[in-house]
């Protein structure tokens, strides 16, 4: 029969814990990166489609409507 004790437990050392927290901070930032390439990609298409004349909206099989609606959003919206 074995006995188990109820008030083991494993704790980090000091290393490991700032290693964990320093991984953490790490892939928060990115994170943040990878949002903001996103958002500047996203704003820079926008503008560039916005200055397409129709042909250049004809060519791509995009109606000048569609092309306002999209070039109107926000970065933030995908």
Known sequence: MSVVRQNETSHLSIGDAVAVYASAIKSAYNGIVALFTVFAERRKSRQYLASMDY????????????????????????
């Open 55 to 78: 042909r250049m909206l004809d060519d791509i099989g995009v109606s000048y409507f569609e092309a306002r609606a999209e070039a109107e959003k926000p970065f933030w919206k995908a």
